[in-house]
């Protein structure tokens, strides 16, 4: 009896964390997106059923998602990547380059699958694996792509959490990859 009792006190303050894990003007994550901020938590009915929203704009795809707050973390929205993982990303990017020796569709499909994962070292893997210093032979089309995409996304955090602008993040991972050339 009491076991029962004890249960939904754990689950109440579970739901109210969950609530403050992320609030509005904060900067997240969402794997398949990259860095947006929520805007509001605002309250929507859907098919009869009132559910609580995060509205979450990414400013450079102009776009604005809606995640109901009680799946943010099943679908792997986070908070920003903290320095440390920055820095751990940024000296995976002077690691030597990991191609295997598949065909280009097969790892087209795990680096996109990496992209998409959110976790910014195994971006910073794609960005690393994929990035062609001036003397290299030409990428394909869509191996650049994907290079760009996973740049981009790479770029967007680093730039979220050392408080700076995109282009100059792009900077600073692109002169990672040049010093590993060198």
């Known amino acids: 009896m009491t076991a029962t009792a ?4 754990k689950k109440i303050p579970a739901n109210s964390n ?9 900067h997240v994550v969402y794997p398949t997106h990259g860095v947006g901020k929520i805007m509001k938590v605002e309250e929507q009915e859907v098919a009869g059923a009132k559910l609580e929203l995060f509205v979450i704009t990414f400013e450079k795809d102009k776009m604005t998602l809606r995640v109901p707050t009680a799946k943010a973390k099943a679908v792997g929205m986070r908070k920003l990547s903290s320095p440390d993982v920055v820095a751990t990303a940024l000296n995976t990017l002077k690691g030597r380059a990991r191609i295997k020796r598949t065909m280009w569709s097969r790892r087209a499909q795990e680096y996109e699958a990496k992209i998409n994962s959110g976790d910014l070292v195994a971006i910073a893997e794609v960005v690393r694996d994929l990035y062609r210093a001036s003397g290299q032979p030409e990428q394909s089309y869509s191996e650049r792509q994907l290079y760009e995409a996973a740049l981009a996304r790479m770029a967007r955090e680093v730039a979220a959490v050392e408080r700076t602008d995109e282009p100059t993040a792009v900077k600073r991972v692109e002169g990672m990859l040049v010093k590993k050339a060198a």
């Open 6 to 9: 004890v249960t939904p006190k």
């Open 18 to 26: 969950k609530k403050l894990e992320f609030k509005a003007n904060d």
